[in-house]
């Protein structure tokens, strides 16, 4: 696999994920404290409460990234540790955390790569309405400007949103992510606020000068028919709509999907002119996160169905499939750029164990050397891909699974706080070693 000299390889994190210290130095109620601790909604009760405790041991956790071999680390700034209540004065203390975190890793030789949204919005907003209410766009305008003076001259890649979908479709439109609402409709309102959070915090950036870069990433899934009957490509190309399209479409081309009646008329009421010229601001790269397709055909009602995975699954029940990663962004490259691409997220979870002090995780170690040999065939296609980010380096709070599901490649014990290096982050460490940069 021959990758170029400039290539960027790294590890990822979310700040809910990994960080504990909930209740220090200031930190506001974010939507998951409340969403991990109203019952039923994580499995076994759990909370980020303490998680990884990276708060603390961060620089246990950065030594472990120069041991691996990373060039960069994308981690996400927690908006309620910044601001307690979404709005206001700065909490010093919890922007101090990422000053350290940020120098710690500079004197490391790590590239920082900061997310300001990973899914932890202040609660206190959630209580005006959160992502509902167009006003969350201009306070998430004023914490991205504040973050972009504080860190613009260290952070040299910038992420405004992680996966607008999740925090849409999963927070307001089913309800299974905080703030844990459900209405369909609805939820086209919450996307619609958060594409606009980014086109203004993308303003805020531009109108400071800054040299660093500035992107967004989307988790984007090739849809696939489950046959050639028109039927079947329609059904795709609906589910490709609602996963991908309303998305890309207004980032890259200033409007929502046309060909998609029911979302347009539900979105309409919250559209206000210069709303696109914001949103389709140029931006610097797009990140993708990718973990798996789906096949899916007609239901026989205009609709479409998912078919059961076809083939391996990882311990989230989501099939292996190496192949859709180029597929992927090879359709988003030719429909889509020319736009710098980094696979932002990729990985897998699967039920580990430590035995006699190792961790053997054969399962995941093949999952990413497929991966990583899918973005060499796309480099060699001509496809602009800059970097790859394994997720994620920690086992950590996997969202409404708890710690149930490890995706990382250093394994945590959460009794203990002891982290092992998994086998997979030791064949990642070695391949980095012995990497044939062309």
């Not at 927690?78 to 919890?94: D, F, L, M, S, V």
């Not at 992420?159 to 849409?168: G, K, M, Q, R």
């Not at 995780?361 to 480099?379: G, M, N, S, V």
């Not at 086992?395 to 997979?424: C, H, L, M």
Request: aromatic share 14%.
């Amino acid at each position: 696999m021959n990758f170029p000299k400039d290539f960027k390889w790294g590890t990822a994190t979310a700040s809910y994920q990994i960080e504990g210290a909930a209740h220090e130095d200031g930190r506001g109620e974010s939507i998951w404290d409340r969403f991990s601790r109203t019952p039923g909604k994580v499995l076994n009760g759990h909370t980020g409460d303490v998680a990884c405790n990276h708060y603390h041991l961060y620089k246990e956790d950065v030594a472990i990234m120069k041991e691996l071999g990373v060039d960069s680390y994308r981690f996400s700034i927690a908006w309620p540790r910044i601001y307690p209540n979404g709005t206001g004065q700065i909490n010093r203390k919890g922007l101090d955390f990422y000053k350290r975190l940020v120098e710690e890793l500079l004197e490391s030789g790590i590239e920082p790569a900061a997310t300001l949204y990973h899914w932890d919005l202040p609660q206190a907003l959630e209580d005006k309405g959160g992502w509902l209410k167009r006003d969350t766009a201009r306070y998430f305008q004023d914490y991205a400007a504040a973050m972009f003076k504080e860190l613009g001259d260290t952070v040299k890649q910038w992420i405004t949103l992680n996966e607008p979908w999740c925090s849409a479709f999963l927070g307001y439109g089913n309800g299974v992510h905080a703030p844990g609402k459900s209405d369909f409709n609805s939820h086209l309102h919450a996307a619609h606020h958060l594409l606009l959070a980014h086109g203004l915090a993308l303003q805020a950036y531009r109108e400071l000068n800054l040299k660093s870069e500035v992107g967004i990433t989307l988790n984007l899934a090739p849809q696939y028919p489950a046959s050639d009957s028109a039927q079947d490509q329609a059904a795709a190309r609906k589910a490709d709509g609602f996963q991908n399209r309303w998305y890309l479409d207004p980032l890259f081309r200033g409007f929502y999907p046309q060909d998609m009646p029911e979302f347009l008329a539900a979105v309409a009421p919250v559209i206000q002119p210069g709303d696109f010229d914001l949103i389709s601001g140029a931006v610097d790269f797009l990140g993708i996160n990718y973990y798996s397709r789906s096949v899916v055909r007609s239901d026989g009602q205009g609709g479409y169905e998912a078919l059961p995975p076809q083939g391996p699954v990882t311990h989230m029940g989501w099939e292996v499939y190496p192949q859709g990663l180029y597929d992927l962004l090879v359709r988003v490259h030719e429909d889509y750029g020319p736009i710098p691409l980094y696979i932002t997220e990729n990985g897998a979870a699967y039920p580990d164990q430590v035995e006699q002090g190792r961790v053997h995780d054969p399962e995941r170690t093949a999952y990413l050397q497929q991966h990583f040999a899918q973005a060499a065939k796309l480099i060699e296609a001509g496809v602009p891909l800059k970097g790859f980010y394994v997720w994620s380096l920690l086992d950590n709070f996997e969202w409404a699974f708890g710690y149930e599901r490890r995706f990382g490649i250093v394994y945590v014990d959460f009794e203990t706080q002891e982290r092992i290096i998994k086998d997979s982050g030791r064949w990642y460490q070695s391949f980095l070693k012995g990497l044939a940069r062309g």
